[in-house]
């Protein structure tokens, strides 16, 4: 899994963070999403900006990134998303919807978790890492002390 | 010999007690001290300390005869030869001659000598100890005993008297084995002596003895105008003729009886005189002795054809004058060797066509070949002058061993030639190079000569084991300083050679590479001691290990393994408390177990390197361990994320 993601963010980090690359048939289900149920596509959209302000605060905000942060918006998202799907879109309960202080505030939060919680693993996992190669260059450097006493040095006792 | 008060008595073969404070005359040319026997009869016998033995000792002592005084034991003590033998049975021939008849002489001296001379004969030996002093009346003084035979070297003891002219030339340790000619000669003075009641030609020096007996014939030197008995003096004239092929054998002798006649073709000196130098020569004998003394003037004699002709004229010598004719052509200086003086070649190769039965004149000094090696041993018996003695007769030696086919030459007496042979074949075999072969020789030669070192000369040490017990006593920081240690080691080249020809003979020429190895002086001595502990079955050595402890610590140094040294360290000091020389080296020179060591630290050094290298920042390990923490924190972000997402699925719709 860890050999995965390194993968994925290699590769993230070669492609061009800012603009998203947007295809023709993105324009198409924009378009038909607008015209059928622009009340769901609105809660969606308000709901996903703090995904475009984290690409815009963030320059190491790669795919990767984006994707830890879906799950995190998604869940935020679950519930206005059903209540819009039961009114059938309605425009008036949608906007009502995205309103709603809470939710704005529980989708922002959703985006802080996110980050906190990849900022503070990181910096756990390079605290780890920092402490196994100390441990292991005391390690080495402990047998190269005693290779030099066993080898190398004359003893000043001996003679 | 020690000091005599440090040690007074000694044990011999666990019977005989030798008081070394107590010396007696002479006997054999040994010295002699009271010995008495501690087994069952508690009677007095002697003890001869012999330094120059026949190399055929062993033989020599299984002669038995009724007039040779016979020896009870041989043994060595401390590496020193002792032979035991019982006090002869009447005072030697010195103390006054016998006024004897002439059938007295036949029995009591002749026969019982021609018999001794007889049982030497089948054995091929030479006695060459017929003279007063190794003569002993014996029991009721009606015959004469011979005193113990082969403890002194041959002839060196004899007084000038007593050889015949082939040896008498020589110095007395040059006198070479002789023949048994040479017992027959001294044999007819002695009988002469018995004759007269005197040593012949009593009272003159040895040179004024020479000189007559080379002019005159020793027979007519020694007999001539006395009336000797009718029955001998046939005998007594062939006895003492100067050509050995002349003198009766020893079976003519044994079977003697008073009315007996030899015949002896006469010498007759020449009718008028060669004037050599201011000294006038009558024979050819006395020429090439002169020759010898003078070889400037002889040298121009020669090349004036004066020899060549007063041989013609005056002695009817025609052969003997066309051979120094036509040999004095070839020794000009057209010789490619540039080495030699022709005019010395000349000199020694016209003696021997004077004088066929003369020894080789070389060097300016007349010898036997096959004395060579005695003579060395002479020379290093000297003590202090010894060193120019040695010097010549080393630089003598290693031309003749170098030289062979000079003597390979049909006007070199066959004598001289196949003595030659011998020698160049004793040298040969020992495959030493150099000084050391010289050194080697009277080892080689004769097993029993005692360590010519000048350190243990007076040990009179003759067997290896006498070496180790000598260095353990004398390897006190007193007598061997380190400095002396390091440099020249526990022993010295004397000792070496002693020591190496005794392993050779042995064949144990393993202990000897080392001294080729280039291995410290000291260390390749101690692994010659070793050899000789291990091979004498000798006991522990505690002062040779102990002094050596420090320096075979050193060596440890070459052990890179701090705790190998410090292993080897304890069994190095075990060792030394077991004096056990061979488990000392074992220990410290352990070539098998030193490669391995240094393979090891070789590995070790590497893997070092390899450590160190590891140790180096990685300019990359921290991007590297930044984006591996990112994708971790990610990581475990996304599985908090999934599963916050599939809570708020849950809460949504399954409640």
Same mark, same amino acid.
């Given at each position: 899994?860890?050999?995965?993601?390194?993968?994925?963010?290699?590769?993230?980090?070669?492609?061009?963070?800012?603009?998203?690359?947007?295809?023709? &048939?993105?324009?198409?289900?924009?378009?038909?999403?607008?015209?059928?149920?622009?009340?769901?596509?609105?809660?969606?959209?308000?709901?996903?900006?703090?995904?475009?302000?984290?690409?815009?605060?963030?320059?190491?905000?790669?795919?990767?990134?984006?994707?830890?942060?879906?799950?995190?918006?998604?869940?935020?998202?679950?519930?206005?998303?059903?209540?819009?799907?039961?009114?059938?879109?309605?425009?008036?309960?949608?906007?009502?919807?995205?309103?709603?202080?809470?939710?704005?505030?529980?989708?922002?939060?959703?985006?802080?978790?996110?980050?906190?919680?990849?900022?503070?693993?990181?910096?756990?996992?390079?605290? &780890?890492?920092?402490?196994?190669?100390?441990?292991?260059?005391?390690?080495?450097?402990?047998?190269?002390?005693?290779?030099?006493?066993?080898?190398?040095?004359?003893?000043?006792?001996?003679? | 010999?020690?000091?005599?008060? $440090?040690?007074?008595?000694?044990?011999?073969?666990?019977?005989?007690?030798?008081?070394?404070?107590?010396?007696?005359?002479?006997?054999?040319?040994?010295?002699?001290?009271?010995?008495?026997?501690?087994?069952?009869?508690?009677?007095?016998?002697?003890?001869?300390?012999?330094?120059?033995?026949?190399?055929?000792?062993?033989?020599?002592?299984?002669?038995?005869?009724?007039?040779?005084?016979?020896?009870?034991?041989?043994?060595?003590?401390?590496?020193?030869?002792?032979?035991?033998?019982?006090?002869?049975?009447?005072?030697?021939?010195?103390?006054?001659?016998?006024?004897?008849?002439?059938?007295?002489?036949?029995?009591?001296?002749?026969?019982?000598?021609?018999?001794?001379?007889?049982?030497?004969?089948?054995?091929?030996?030479?006695?060459?100890?017929?003279?007063?002093?190794?003569?002993?009346?014996?029991?009721?003084?009606?015959?004469?005993?011979?005193?113990?035979?082969?403890?002194?070297?041959?002839?060196?003891?004899?007084?000038?008297?007593? $050889?015949?002219?082939?040896?008498?030339?020589?110095?007395?340790?040059?006198?070479?084995?002789?023949?048994?000619?040479?017992?027959?000669?001294?044999?007819?003075?002695?009988?002469?002596?018995?004759?007269?009641?005197?040593?012949?030609?009593?009272?003159?020096?040895?040179?004024?003895?020479?000189?007559?007996?080379?002019?005159?014939?020793?027979?007519?030197?020694?007999?001539?105008?006395?009336?000797?008995?009718?029955?001998?003096?046939?005998?007594?004239?062939?006895?003492?003729?100067?050509?050995?092929?002349?003198?009766?054998?020893?079976?003519?002798?044994?079977?003697?009886?008073?009315?007996?006649?030899?015949?002896?073709?006469?010498?007759?000196?020449?009718?008028?005189?060669?004037?050599?130098?201011?000294?006038?020569?009558?024979?050819?004998?006395?020429?090439?002795?002169?020759?010898?003394?003078?070889?400037?003037?002889?040298?121009?004699?020669?090349?004036?054809?004066?020899?060549?002709?007063?041989?013609?004229?005056?002695?009817?010598?025609?052969?003997?004058?066309?051979?120094?004719?036509?040999?004095?052509?070839?020794?000009?200086?057209?010789?490619?060797?540039?080495?030699?003086?022709?005019?010395?070649?000349?000199?020694?190769?016209?003696?021997?066509?004077?004088?066929?039965?003369?020894?080789?004149?070389?060097?300016?000094?007349?010898?036997?070949?096959?004395?060579?090696?005695?003579?060395?041993?002479?020379?290093?018996?000297?003590?202090?002058?010894?060193?120019?003695?040695?010097?010549?007769?080393?630089?003598?030696?290693?031309?003749?061993?170098?030289?062979?086919?000079?003597?390979?030459?049909?006007?070199?007496?066959?004598?001289?030639?196949?003595?030659?042979?011998?020698?160049?074949?004793?040298?040969?075999?020992?495959?030493?190079?150099?000084?050391?072969?010289?050194?080697?020789?009277?080892?080689?030669?004769?097993?029993?000569?005692?360590?010519?070192?000048?350190?243990?000369?007076?040990?009179?040490?003759?067997?290896?084991?006498?070496?180790?017990?000598?260095?353990?006593?004398?390897?006190?920081?007193?007598?061997?300083?380190?400095?002396?240690?390091?440099?020249?080691?526990?022993?010295?080249?004397?000792?070496?050679?002693?020591?190496?020809?005794?392993?050779?003979?042995?064949?144990?020429?393993?202990?000897?590479?080392?001294?080729?190895?280039?291995?410290?002086?000291?260390?390749?001595?101690?692994?010659?001691?070793?050899?000789?502990?291990?091979?004498?079955?000798?006991?522990?050595?505690?002062?040779?290990?102990?002094?050596?402890?420090?320096?075979?610590?050193?060596?440890?140094?070459?052990?890179?393994?701090?705790?190998?040294?410090?292993?080897?360290?304890?069994?190095?000091?075990?060792?030394?408390?077991?004096?056990?020389?061979?488990?000392?080296?074992?220990?410290?020179?352990?070539?098998?177990?030193?490669?391995?060591?240094?393979?090891?630290?070789?590995?070790?050094?590497?893997?070092?390197?390899?450590?160190?290298?590891?140790?180096?920042?990685?300019?990359?390990?921290?991007?590297?361990?930044?984006?591996?923490?990112?994708?971790?924190?990610?990581?475990?972000?996304?599985?908090?994320?999934?599963?916050?997402?599939?809570?708020?699925?849950?809460?949504?719709?399954?409640?």
């Amino acid at each position: 899994m860890a050999k995965l993601m390194r993968n994925k963010g290699s590769a993230a980090t070669l492609s061009v963070p800012d603009i998203p690359a947007f295809r023709w &048939w993105h324009g198409i289900i924009i378009g038909l999403l607008l015209a059928y149920t622009p009340g769901s596509l609105l809660v969606g959209g308000v709901l996903l900006l703090p995904l475009v302000f984290l690409r815009l605060i963030d320059p190491e905000a790669d795919g990767q990134r984006v994707m830890v942060v879906m799950f995190y918006l998604g869940a935020a998202m679950v519930h206005p998303l059903r209540v819009a799907w039961s009114v059938r879109g309605d425009w008036a309960t949608c906007l009502s919807e995205i309103t709603q202080p809470t939710i704005l505030i529980l989708d922002w939060l959703a985006l802080g978790a996110a980050w906190l919680i990849a900022e503070v693993g990181s910096m756990g996992a390079r605290v &780890w890492y920092a402490e196994s190669e100390r441990q292991r260059r005391k390690a080495i450097e402990a047998r190269i002390k005693a290779l030099q006493e066993e080898w190398i040095q004359p003893d000043s006792s001996e003679d | 010999m020690q000091g005599k008060e $440090e040690l007074p008595e000694l044990m011999i073969g666990d019977r005989y007690l030798v008081s070394q404070s107590r010396r007696l005359a002479d006997i054999g040319g040994c010295p002699t001290f009271a010995a008495q026997n501690v087994g069952a009869s508690g009677s007095s016998c002697l003890a001869l300390a012999p330094s120059s033995p026949s190399p055929r000792l062993p033989e020599i002592l299984m002669l038995r005869h009724d007039c040779l005084m016979s020896v009870y034991a041989h043994e060595h003590s401390k590496g020193a030869l002792w032979v035991i033998c019982g006090h002869p049975p009447g005072p030697p021939l010195t103390d006054g001659f016998p006024s004897w008849g002439e059938n007295q002489i036949i029995e009591g001296a002749v026969r019982p000598l021609a018999a001794i001379l007889l049982l030497m004969q089948e054995a091929e030996l030479t006695c060459r100890a017929i003279r007063p002093d190794n003569l002993f009346f014996g029991s009721g003084m009606n015959k004469l005993v011979l005193g113990p035979a082969g403890l002194a070297p041959p002839g060196m003891h004899q007084p000038l008297v007593f $050889e015949p002219l082939s040896s008498a030339v020589c110095h007395p340790a040059a006198r070479g084995d002789g023949t048994l000619a040479c017992d027959v000669f001294s044999m007819g003075v002695l009988i002469v002596s018995l004759c007269f009641g005197e040593v012949p030609l009593k009272g003159l020096t040895d040179e004024q003895i020479l000189e007559r007996r080379l002019q005159m014939g020793s027979a007519e030197a020694y007999i001539g105008g006395r009336s000797l008995p009718d029955g001998l003096a046939s005998m007594l004239w062939a006895m003492l003729s100067d050509d050995p092929a002349s003198r009766p054998s020893p079976s003519d002798l044994f079977t003697m009886a008073p009315s007996k006649l030899f015949s002896l073709r006469p010498e007759s000196p020449a009718r008028v005189p060669l004037r050599i130098g201011t000294v006038d020569v009558w024979t050819p004998r006395a020429l090439a002795w002169h020759a010898a003394r003078a070889p400037v003037e002889f040298s121009s004699l020669l090349q004036r054809q004066v020899i060549a002709s007063w041989l013609r004229n005056e002695l009817k010598q025609g052969r003997m004058a066309s051979l120094i004719e036509q040999t004095g052509g070839s020794f000009l200086p057209s010789s490619d060797r540039k080495a030699i003086d022709p005019a010395t070649l000349a000199i020694t190769r016209v003696i021997a066509i004077l004088d066929p039965s003369a020894p080789l004149f070389w060097g300016g000094r007349w010898f036997w070949p096959n004395a060579l090696p005695q003579m060395l041993a002479y020379a290093g018996s000297l003590g202090d002058k010894r060193q120019n003695e040695e010097r010549d007769v080393s630089m003598i030696t290693s031309f003749i061993m170098g030289n062979p086919e000079m003597f390979d030459h049909p006007l070199v007496p066959e004598a001289q030639k196949t003595q030659v042979m011998e020698l160049v074949v004793l040298g040969q075999r020992t495959g030493v190079k150099g000084p050391d072969r010289i050194r080697r020789l009277p080892y080689d030669n004769n097993p029993l000569q005692v360590c010519l070192s000048p350190r243990c000369i007076v040990d009179r040490i003759s067997q290896m084991s006498g070496i180790l017990s000598w260095a353990e006593q004398h390897s006190s920081e007193n007598e061997l300083p380190v400095e002396g240690l390091t440099r020249n080691g526990l022993l010295d080249a004397e000792m070496r050679s002693f020591l190496a020809s005794h392993f050779a003979r042995q064949r144990l020429t393993s202990a000897l590479e080392a001294q080729k190895a280039g291995l410290p002086i000291w260390n390749a001595d101690l692994i010659l001691l070793a050899a000789v502990q291990r091979v004498a079955e000798q006991g522990a050595v505690p002062a040779i290990t102990r002094r050596m402890f420090p320096l075979l610590k050193q060596e440890l140094r070459h052990w890179r393994s701090r705790t190998g040294r410090a292993k080897r360290r304890l069994a190095l000091e075990d060792a030394v408390a077991q004096g056990n020389l061979t488990k000392l080296l074992r220990i410290a020179e352990d070539p098998h177990g030193l490669r391995l060591d240094q393979q090891t630290a070789q590995r070790a050094e590497q893997e070092i390197a390899r450590l160190v290298h590891a140790l180096e920042p990685d300019p990359d390990m921290s991007a590297r361990n930044k984006r591996l923490a990112r994708n971790t924190g990610e990581f475990v972000s996304l599985i908090t994320g999934i599963g916050v997402a599939m809570t708020s699925v849950w809460f949504e719709f399954c409640r």
